[in-house]
T-cell receptor
Framework: KAGVTQTPRYLIKTRGQQVTLSCSPISGHRSVSWYQQTPGQGLQFLFEYFSETQRNKGNFPGRFSGRQFSNSRSEMNVSTLELGDSALYLC?????????FGPGTRLTVL | GESVGLHLPTLSVQEGDNSIINCAYSNSASDYFIWYKQESGKGPQFIIDIRSNMDKRQGQRVTVLLNKTVKHLSLQIAATQPGDSAVYFCADNTSGTYKYIFGTGTRLKVLA
């Protein structure tokens, strides 16, 4: 069974731009969560989706948004990028409680 | 991935020795816990989990201990190998919240 996939793996953007990251969960998994990982803050929860509905959201500004499609694939969007948005963005999928992570998208904002 | 910063606790152990990695959590309502391993350039990898109705669970070479009284979790790795070198995170979840809270992580270095 294929694992969680994320695209792209690496991305370089400039301040003020926007970015869309994609996540395909493990087949059969309907819950998708997003996390931001930085050296200073560690792993921070962004949001969680299940059956196209956001069930929980972390403490991030409204520039961070996400959505989930009917096939459980998910995207997250960051608008008006800031230097501090540089991070590894991780997606995790779950069937019940266990969360399985993808390799992440490394976003660098210049 | 570069999952940790300069202030990450580090545990150095000799190859073949047992490792114990500790984690404290803050939410007394947390009822499910996971340990993850993260190697450089990769996402966190699921190692073992435990529910709050248990205080110990064993896997292959790994054991997780849960002490709900003091809100403490530990991961024991038996006969530590060079391939165990990584950053280890604990994460806790409360049923119905659909989110995990991650610890700051511990870097494990295995010395040959």
């Amino acid at each position: 069974k294929a694992g969680v996939t994320q695209t792209p793996r690496y991305l370089i953007k400039t301040r003020g731009q926007q970015v869309t990251l994609s996540c395909s969960p493990i087949s059969g998994h309907r819950s998708v969560s997003w996390y931001q990982q930085t050296p200073g803050q560690g792993l921070q929860f962004l949001f969680e989706y299940f059956s196209e509905t956001q069930r929980n959201k972390g403490n991030f500004p409204g520039r961070f948004s996400g959505r989930q499609f009917s096939n459980s694939r998910s995207e997250m969007n960051v608008s008006t990028l800031e230097l501090g948005d540089s991070a590894l963005y991780l997606c995790a999928s779950s069937l019940h409680n266990e969360q399985f992570f993808g390799p992440g998208t490394r976003l660098t904002v210049l | 991935g570069e999952s940790v910063g300069l202030h990450l606790p580090t545990l150095s152990v000799q190859e073949g020795d047992n490792s114990i990695i500790n984690c404290a959590y803050s939410n007394s309502a947390s009822d499910y816990f996971i340990w993850y391993k993260q190697e450089s350039g990769k996402g966190p990898q699921f190692i073992i989990d435990i529910r709050s109705n248990m205080d110990k669970r064993q896997g292959q070479r790994v054991t997780v201990l849960l002490n709900k009284t003091v809100k403490h979790l530990s991961l024991q790795i038996a006969a530590t190998q060079p391939g165990d070198s990584a950053v280890y995170f604990c994460a806790d979840n409360t049923s119905g919240t659909y989110k995990y809270i991650f610890g700051t992580g511990t870097r494990l270095k295995v010395l040959a």
